[in-house]
Nanobody
Framework: EVRLVESGGGLVQAGGSLRLSCAVSGFTSDLYVIGWFRQAPGKERVGVSCISISDRSAYYAPFMRSRFTISSDSAKNTVYLQISSLKPEDTAVYYC???????????????????WGQGTQVTVSS
């Protein structure tokens, strides 16, 4: 059974940083992609970044590249999302999700991700 568990969210002041973690289990190969998405109150869920576990290539949504860094640690079966220079508008529930099997071509299309974690709340105070 595929399982994704996020952690690392919390309340942080503007200008601070956070590292979110996504612990994954249940995959039978490394041919999958983990994506990070976020959903602010009253808004649609949007993609932030994704990473291919097999070759660690990464993709960022155009407006996310400067302050977000995605990485993976295969030994720990964990994918991270580092967020720096946090802004109040970064307040959202952050989800990790898996595209498996990987169809090729890194992207952040919600419909491609069939396995989701429960989300972790990030709140940025001004």
């Amino acid at each position: 059974e595929v399982r994704l568990v996020e952690s690392g969210g919390g309340l942080v002041q503007a200008g601070g940083s956070l590292r979110l973690s996504c612990a994954v289990s249940g995959f039978t190969s490394d041919l999958y992609v983990i994506g990070w998405f976020r959903q602010a109150p009253g808004k649609e869920r949007v993609g932030v970044s994704c990473i291919s576990i097999s070759d660690r290539s990464a993709y960022y949504a155009p407006f996310m590249r400067s302050r977000f860094t995605i990485s993976s640690d295969s030994a720990k079966n964990t994918v991270y999302l580092q967020i720096s220079s946090l802004k109040p508008e970064d307040t959202a529930v952050y989800y990790c999700a898996a595209e498996w099997p990987y169809s090729g071509g890194l992207a952040l299309n919600l419909a491609d991700y069939h396995y989701w974690g429960q989300g972790t709340q990030v709140t940025v105070s001004s």
